[in-house]
């Protein structure tokens, strides 16, 4: 069974073509990853898979239904949601606040209820607290529901970030570089926080990241991108074997054995 398939997808921009033909697919209850040097598409990827840009060409099919030309708000509501490569959290509103932003493509009162604060939006209202609450149990931010999200000190300012798009109760969460920044206790504590995802609330995971570590550790398949087109898939002993992953890392001169600290 496939969760999300991309069918010879293309994206360009002006004489750039971004993506080029990619092809690939992610089964539901996976950790995927997407590697690749800078400029190679991965977040132009994600952004057609959301659609803040609209495919030029092929096909997104998501539990096999086209989202190609969907708005994003569509797009979350079918049950994908996603973490940006730069920190987007609203500053000024508390770390709750924020997590029940994340909500309102589930939320079903109107603003008239909501204006009149009727007994339906009432009840509403509580459980989506109650549900934000514990969305802050699980990545680790229990206790400062009050505090203002741009106080936050940056790891947790990414966990946030997580929360906030798993509020959207996605099927599939796509993670652009989610441990950019961290050290490696941080970097560590993402990692699991991963696992925890997928393992205790079913959701399938897709993340950019850069740091081979990470990528290695918890992947179970990689998609490996290049100038915009996919040049190997597969689990990560694999890709770290694979002679065009190794020269797209480290350039033709490259010999066995050289790439290896930096994937261990």
Same mark, same amino acid.
């Given at each position: ?16 073509? =971004? ?32 659609? +803040? ?14 989202? =190609? ?23 000024? *509103?508390?770390? +709750? ?35 934000? *609450?514990?969305? *802050? ?44 920044? *961290? ?6 504590? #993402? ?13 399938? +995971? ?5 740091? #081979?570590?990470?990528? #290695? ?7 490996? #991108? ?39």
């Amino acid at each position: 069974m496939t969760l999300l398939e991309t069918i010879d997808l293309v994206k360009s921009f002006g004489g750039l073509t =971004a993506v080029n033909k990619v092809n690939f697919q992610v089964e539901p209850g996976r950790i995927v990853s997407i590697i690749g040097p800078n400029g190679a598409g991965k977040t132009t990827l994600f952004n057609t898979l959301t659609g +803040i840009y609209r495919p030029d060409q092929g096909d997104i099919r998501f539990n096999g239904r086209s989202l =190609a030309g969907l708005r994003p708000d569509r797009i979350a509501a079918r049950g994908i949601a996603r973490t940006f490569q730069n920190i987007r959290l609203f500053g000024g *509103m508390t770390v +709750i606040e924020n997590i029940l932003i994340g909500m309102h493509v589930h939320l079903s009162q109107s603003p008239l209820e909501a204006l009149l604060r009727l007994p339906g939006f009432r009840r509403e209202e509580r459980e989506a607290e109650q549900r934000a *609450m514990a969305l *802050m149990r699980t990545v680790g931010l229990v206790g400062v529901g009050n505090e203002l999200a741009a106080n936050l000190p940056y790891g947790a300012q990414r966990r946030l970030e997580i929360a906030r798009a798993l509020a959207a109760e996605p099927l599939l969460l796509l993670l652009d570089e989610p441990a950019a920044g *961290m050290n490696p206790q941080e970097t560590e504590e #993402m990692t699991r926080l991963f696992r925890t995802i997928r393992d205790e609330r079913g959701v399938t +995971i897709l993340l950019i990241e850069h740091d #081979m570590r990470v990528v #290695m550790n918890i992947s179970e398949r990689i998609c490996v #991108m290049d100038y915009g087109e996919k040049i190997a898939e597969g689990t990560p002993a694999e890709i770290r074997a694979d002679a065009r992953v190794i020269e797209a890392y480290l350039g033709r001169g490259a010999v066995a054995g050289q790439h290896e600290e930096r994937w261990r």
